[in-house]
């Protein structure tokens, strides 16, 4: 494979996987598949792909990539991971990273998400010609393809390609088409759009950092709404948080989001002020975020001071609400690095059994559902199959089956043949033999070839003959050992004569 390319900054992994094919001259997507992935069921996705593990294989040890770097630099799971939870991130980190089957969409809400994903890749053409001018060549950008971001916060509105973003080649990488892509003219964008850009850029520059819990983010919002008075007790106002957001962003363009909040009691805005049970996107938090927050807010900063928020002990009576939230949150945090260093089986036999002992008492479907999503991934269709098991169990079989026979000479040809017969799954040893060294050993090894079937016949025929009393003549010893002169391999002849002395 000729050296595959570096993304460049913000550029989709996905672009980067075309741009290898342009470069290697490959034009059958297939082909480009098995060349990168060594796969061709992968789907070509564009906004969290995953098997990044390959990908990293692709580079030279020494430039220290690894696919948390590609995860959080060329794909769009930093619009995602500040909002769900660490357990979560951690969960998809490890799904998106490894070779497992992926549950992504679902848990990052993509697909149920309120947010409408852009139907079609999208580009900026200034930046187009830009790249052309600057690298011979031109890419897709991440922060394009964001829902809620009609532009360019350099040259104006973003123009629809038409390469779906999910698309019905499933299995195709289209790079950038430059001479479709420039144009012109290009209008501006919105104020809004402007400004939800830049927040967006700062969500990309997000570091690996430990993100708040969803109950931090309820606190927060429920903190928000108090500092603007907006509240009494625990009573939230929710009208005028409605119109306080609505004030802000202007009914028009939050209709053309499909998040206008319609007042009801189930409305999206009214859930992001009440305790968080599902994850929010970031296009809703970052609107009720400016509506809220004075200008010049830093994400990064509401991030870490929501993730050391602290919720308030509760006041109820069950055991778990009295339970304090503090000692909850410390041995849920502890369980997570104990299973994240160890895995779940590991984490208990590894000074970690307290607490695990303490969640399954007080918290019993949280610690189901990290340890489900920390199992080891199931391996694809050629690791299913433990091939070193299978060989060990096999060579043992095989040779259970060599020592029992050894002393029955009345046996046909012990052949490779035979042997596999004998098995029960023939087919699968027999088209694995590659996968199984010691099968393979065991069958140069101990296979009888022809002049030792031959041998072991004459033995038979001469002991039958010497127990019978009867003649020992070497055409006798042949017609009964169903040989003749002609059939005779060498080293049967050399038995005869040396050893049988006829
Ligand atoms: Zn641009």
Same mark, same amino acid.
């Given at each position: 494979?000729?050296?595959?390319?570096?993304?460049?900054?913000?550029?989709?992994?996905?672009?980067?996987?075309?741009?290898?094919?342009?470069?290697?001259? /490959?034009?059958?997507?297939?082909?480009? &598949?098995?060349?990168?992935?060594?796969?061709?069921?992968?789907?070509?996705?564009?906004?969290?792909?995953?098997?990044?593990?390959?990908?990293? *294989?692709?580079?030279?040890?020494? @430039?220290?990539?690894?696919?948390?770097? &590609?995860?959080?630099?060329?794909?769009?799971?930093?619009?995602?991971?500040?909002?769900?939870?660490? *357990?979560?991130?951690? #969960?998809?980190?490890?799904?998106?990273?490894?070779?497992?089957?992926? #549950?992504?969409?679902?848990?990052?809400?993509?697909?149920? #998400?309120?947010?409408?994903?852009?139907?079609?890749?999208?580009?900026?053409?200034?930046?187009?010609?830009?790249?052309?001018?600057?690298?011979?060549?031109?890419?897709?950008? +991440?922060?394009?393809?964001?829902?809620?971001?009609?532009?360019?916060?350099?040259?104006?509105?973003?123009?629809?390609?038409?390469?779906?973003?999910?698309?019905?080649?499933?299995?195709?990488?289209?790079?950038?088409?430059?001479?479709?892509?420039?144009?012109?003219?290009?209008?501006?964008?919105?104020?809004?759009?402007?400004?939800?850009?830049?927040?967006?850029?700062?969500?990309?520059?997000?570091?690996? @950092?430990?993100?708040?819990?969803?109950?931090?983010?309820?606190?927060?919002?429920?903190?928000?709404?108090?500092?603007?008075?907006?509240?009494?007790? #625990?009573?939230?106002?929710?009208?005028?948080?409605?119109?306080?957001?609505? *004030?802000?962003?202007?009914?028009?363009?939050?209709?053309?989001?499909? &998040?206008?909040?319609?007042?009801?009691?189930?409305?999206?805005?009214?859930?992001?002020?009440?305790?968080? +049970?599902?994850?929010?996107?970031?296009?809703?938090?970052? /609107?009720?975020?400016?509506?809220?927050?004075?200008?010049?807010?830093?994400?990064?900063?509401?991030?870490?001071?929501?993730?050391?928020?602290?919720?308030?002990?509760?006041?109820?009576?069950?055991?778990?609400?009295?339970?304090?939230?503090?000692?909850?949150?410390?041995?849920?945090?502890?369980?997570?690095?104990?299973?994240?260093?160890?895995?779940?089986?590991? *984490?208990?036999?590894?000074?970690?059994?307290?607490?695990?002992?303490?969640?399954?008492?007080?918290?019993?479907?949280?610690?189901?559902?990290?340890?489900?999503?920390?199992?080891?991934?199931?391996?694809?269709?050629?690791?299913?199959?433990?091939?070193?098991?299978?060989?060990?169990?096999?060579?043992?079989?095989? /040779?259970?089956?060599?020592?029992?026979?050894?002393?029955?000479?009345?046996?046909?040809?012990?052949?490779?043949?035979?042997?596999?017969?004998?098995?029960?799954?023939?087919?699968?040893?027999?088209?694995?033999?590659?996968?199984?060294?010691?099968?393979?050993?065991?069958?140069?090894?101990?296979?009888?070839?022809?002049?030792?079937?031959?041998?072991?016949?004459?033995?038979?025929?001469?002991?039958?003959?010497?127990?019978?009393?009867?003649?020992?003549? +070497?055409?006798?010893?042949?017609?009964?050992?169903?040989?003749?002169?002609?059939?005779?391999?060498?080293?049967?002849?050399?038995?005869?004569?040396?050893?049988?002395?006829?």
């Amino acid at each position: 494979m000729l050296g595959f390319p570096l993304p460049y900054r913000n550029e989709l992994l996905y672009s980067t996987i075309a741009r290898h094919g342009v470069h290697s001259g /490959i034009v059958s997507p297939k082909e480009l &598949l098995q060349e990168v992935y060594g796969d061709t069921r992968i789907i070509a996705t564009s906004d969290l792909p995953g098997h990044l593990n390959r990908i990293v *294989a692709l580079y030279p040890e020494k @430039i220290g990539i690894t696919a948390s770097d &590609l995860l959080y630099n060329n794909t769009l799971f930093p619009l995602y991971a500040p909002f769900i939870g660490e *357990a979560r991130r951690k #969960s998809l980190i490890r799904e998106l990273t490894t070779d497992g089957k992926s #549950s992504v969409h679902l848990i990052t809400g993509a697909t149920a #998400s309120r947010v409408k994903q852009p139907e079609y890749l999208r580009y900026c053409p200034g930046c187009i010609e830009q790249q052309l001018h600057e690298f011979g060549e031109c890419y897709w950008r +991440r922060d394009w393809q964001v829902a809620g971001v009609d532009n360019c916060p350099v040259h104006g509105r973003l123009i629809d390609s038409n390469i779906p973003r999910h698309d019905i080649h499933r299995h195709q990488f289209t790079p950038v088409n430059a001479d479709t892509c420039i144009q012109p003219e290009q209008q501006s964008g919105s104020w809004q759009s402007v400004l939800i850009a830049r927040s967006i850029n700062e969500l990309l520059k997000l570091k690996q @950092i430990v993100v708040p819990e969803l109950v931090q983010w309820g606190c927060w919002y429920k903190k928000l709404a108090a500092d603007h008075n907006l509240n009494r007790r #625990s009573q939230i106002h929710h009208e005028q948080v409605q119109q306080k957001v609505i *004030a802000f962003w202007g009914a028009d363009w939050l209709t053309r989001q499909k &998040l206008m909040p319609d007042g009801g009691e189930s409305s999206w805005l009214r859930n992001m002020f009440r305790k968080h +049970r599902k994850a929010f996107s970031y296009l809703e938090h970052l /609107i009720v975020l400016h509506s809220f927050l004075e200008a010049g807010w830093k994400l990064a900063d509401v991030v870490t001071f929501v993730a050391r928020l602290q919720p308030k002990a509760r006041t109820s009576t069950t055991a778990l609400q009295e339970m304090d939230q503090t000692q909850l949150e410390s041995y849920r945090r502890s369980w997570l690095d104990a299973v994240g260093k160890y895995g779940t089986k590991m *984490a208990r036999l590894s000074g970690y059994g307290d607490v695990y002992a303490w969640l399954y008492r007080h918290d019993r479907n949280w610690l189901m559902e990290v340890n489900l999503s920390h199992k080891a991934p199931k391996p694809k269709y050629e690791g299913k199959i433990d091939w070193h098991k299978r060989d060990v169990n096999t060579v043992k079989s095989l /040779i259970a089956l060599c020592n029992g026979n050894e002393c029955r000479l009345d046996d046909p040809r012990r052949s490779k043949n035979w042997y596999l017969n004998q098995l029960k799954q023939r087919a699968g040893i027999e088209k694995h033999l590659k996968l199984l060294p010691l099968c393979s050993l065991f069958f140069d090894r101990y296979c009888e070839n022809i002049f030792e079937y031959q041998i072991r016949r004459m033995s038979r025929t001469a002991i039958s003959t010497v127990q019978s009393g009867g003649p020992f003549k +070497r055409w006798q010893v042949l017609r009964w050992s169903g040989l003749s002169e002609e059939r005779l391999t060498e080293p049967a002849r050399r038995f005869l004569k040396e050893i049988l002395g006829i």
